[in-house]
């Protein structure tokens, strides 16, 4: 990895994350399903590392939200391999509702399964009972939603949104704990680190605008080069003199300061603006061969 890309180390688990895992091992014994969300345009890089070891065998849902923004020619191989893996796997676009049925029928099926155990057992059918988990800003709240038809929670495109678990009965026979994002104490992978950083899913408080763009150009020039040219009519970026791009860009997009000189901080913040509300298309940053394996 060239070192335009991580020369600054992210991290980020403030106190609120880690009550949450205890908070969600302490009710694992009441849960029946699990909703993994992740985000399709980070298939690889917003999972949970040690998320099995948090749910254990629990029946497990993976819910990729945000599919709409994604590029399905990288997304979609990924996602076929979580199949080929054994896992169920639903993509939605949480801004339409399509698709969000599925996980309901998903979740009746392996209902289904458990009262059919209760009733071998002598036990009464009951709701089942699904656990929302996922990394900051993948859209647990707004999948919730939708499943509820109505606002039951908030949401907004920052991390830390949700600050606490809460109940949600979002269908007569299906309840479901809500909760905050959460990440892992240290990242072993700053390249997974800094591709959540750019989706929003870290405060941006803690984070250096210099060297998130300079990530966002990198990674763009890398998988999607012509959109990143084309937007800021640039003919070539030099990977080892990315400060010329900045300043091209300044003074094509009018990022200047006093006196008319180019602003490299406002170009930093135009860039990461730019990216998080997805002025270059449709992306995917994970490949398929990036799954660890
Ligand atoms: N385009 C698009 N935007 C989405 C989709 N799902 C969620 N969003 C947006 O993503 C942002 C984050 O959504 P939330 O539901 O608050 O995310 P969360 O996972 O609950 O976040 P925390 O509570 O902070 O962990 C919001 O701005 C949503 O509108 C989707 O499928 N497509
Ligand atoms: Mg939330």
């Known amino acids: 990895m060239d070192n335009n890309r991580q020369n600054t180390t992210i991290n980020w688990y403030p106190g609120h994350m880690a009550k949450t895992r205890r908070e969600m091992k302490e009710k694992m014994a009441l849960i029946d399903i699990v909703y993994e969300v992740i985000d399709a345009r980070m298939p690889i890089s917003s999972r949970i590392i040690d998320l099995d070891d948090l749910i254990h065998e629990k029946p497990r849902i993976l819910v990729v939200t945000k599919y709409d923004l994604c590029d399905p020619t990288y997304t979609n191989p990924i996602l076929d391999w979580y199949k080929e893996s054994g896992m169920k796997v639903v993509s939605v676009n949480l801004l339409t509702g399509k698709n969000v049925a599925m996980i309901l029928s998903h979740t009746k099926e392996i209902m289904q399964e458990m009262n059919e155990k209760r009733k071998r057992k002598g036990m009464k059918p009951r709701a089942i009972r ?25 949401i907004g495109n920052r991390p830390g949104v949700t600050k606490n678990l809460g109940w949600i009965r979002i269908h007569k026979d299906i309840e479901l704990l809500d909760t905050p994002g959460i990440l892992w104490p240290k990242f072993e992978n700053q390249r997974q680190a800094h591709i959540l950083a750019i989706f929003s899913a870290i405060k941006e408080e803690i984070l250096d605008s210099e060297n998130l763009a300079r990530f966002i150009l990198s990674m763009m020039m890398e998988y999607y080069p012509e959109r990143v040219l084309e937007r800021y009519h640039l003919e070539k970026i030099n990977p080892l003199d990315m400060e010329t791009s900045f300043l091209e860009i300044a003074k094509k997009r009018g990022a200047l300061g006093k006196g008319g000189t180019p602003d490299i901080e406002k170009v930093y913040t135009l860039v990461l603006r730019d990216f998080k509300e997805g002025m270059f298309g ?8 990036d799954i660890p394996r």
């Open 282 to 289: 449709p992306v995917t940053l994970d490949r398929l061969n």
């Open 130 to 154: 699904a656990l929302i988990v996922g990394s900051p800003n993948v859209g647990k709240s707004t999948l919730i939603n939708r499943l509820v038809g109505k606002k039951v929670t908030q």
